[in-house]
């Protein structure tokens, strides 16, 4: 099994990327769009079954064990797959044949970059990211793109609603975090992943975060029918409470947008506790709270009507 880092920088998960695709024909790869900074957003394919599910790492730089968890989760279903042998109580291969699994590992690579690798990562954008950190150049803790915009913030839900908490925050413009871009989907990591929302039939989105050991499946403290029950069953895997958002966190995000704007059952994931970044000594106790959820979800995806 391929070993994962636990905050892997973007030289790591395309390593890590390329290591499974040789080793697994079951795993195919597509680009989903680029960062502000070029950087490649790669989503990943398993599976050809009619029920599709999508799965959203690393919205926010500090929140790169994520884009690990993600990969783990690929690393192990792939070599069980090929074993043949069942994993969470289910069986890989007969999943791949009634649902589609797409994976992005990380949406933000260019705030990921900057938190692992420091304001160097951002070129010809770092004077202008030190700008927006208040002029330090100390960015362990950045969660926006590289244009300073909260990619979880920026998508079409409640997002002029959310303007009001921005200047309540004291927020104008492009800053460490929850500053929500000019309008939505202004920026090209958010823009590719609702282009690509819009044209796949999705069941089911996990948009996983880190931290706070919670799981948010609402939309304006709405959720779709049976999406409580199914937020129950999680919250009985991973020992997370099933919760409704509140304050800055309850505007902006993909699973605010996907439940209430184009009704796609999403939960957001908040693994494990502490403060961002979580330290690498976090990854292996936060993942065996969520791995029976990244195995078994697909399992309550129900298949979309015609």
């Not at 919760?243 to 908040?270: H, K, Q, S």
Request: net charge neutral; glycine share 12%; hydrophobic share 40%.
């Amino acid at each position: 099994m391929t070993t994962i880092p636990p905050r892997p920088d973007a030289a790591a998960r395309v390593a890590l990327i390329d290591e499974l695709e040789r080793e697994y024909p079951a795993l195919s790869h597509e680009t989903l769009g680029r960062s502000v900074l070029g950087r490649e957003i790669p989503l990943l394919r398993l599976g050809e079954g009619a029920t599709h599910v999508l799965y959203v790492g690393a919205h926010h730089g500090a929140e790169g064990m994520t884009a690990a968890f993600l990969l783990r989760f690929l690393s192990e279903f792939l070599t069980a797959h090929r074993a043949g042998r069942s994993i969470e109580g289910i069986d890989p291969v007969f999943l791949l044949s009634v649902r589609t699994l797409w994976i992005v590992p990380a949406l933000n690579p260019d705030g990921v970059e900057l938190v692992e690798r420091g304001l160097f990562s951002a070129g010809l954008f770092s004077e202008r990211v030190r700008r927006m950190n208040g002029g330090s150049e100390e960015v362990s803790t950045w969660q926006a793109n590289a244009r300073g915009v909260d990619l979880n913030h920026n998508y079409d839900a409640g997002f002029h609603a959310y303007k009001g908490v921005e200047a309540s925050l004291g927020i104008v413009g492009g800053a460490p975090t929850r500053y929500s871009g000019e309008y939505p989907e202004s920026e090209p990591e958010t823009a590719a992943l609702a282009r690509f929302i819009r044209s796949v039939p999705l069941s089911m989105i996990l948009s996983l975060h880190t931290q706070g050991r919670e799981i948010y499946f609402t939309s304006g403290g709405r959720s779709l029918p049976g999406q409580a029950a199914v937020a129950a069953r999680f919250s009985a895997m991973t020992g997370y409470r099933a919760a409704v958002p509140t304050g800055a966190a309850a505007y902006g995000g993909l699973t605010d947008w996907a439940v209430g704007r184009i009704g796609v059952p999403a939960f957001t994931v908040e693994c494990g506790a502490g403060k961002n970044p979580l330290p690498g000594s976090a990854f292996v106790p936060t993942w065996c709270e969520i791995r029976p959820l990244l195995f078994r979800a697909p399992l309550y995806a129900a298949p979309r009507s015609a």
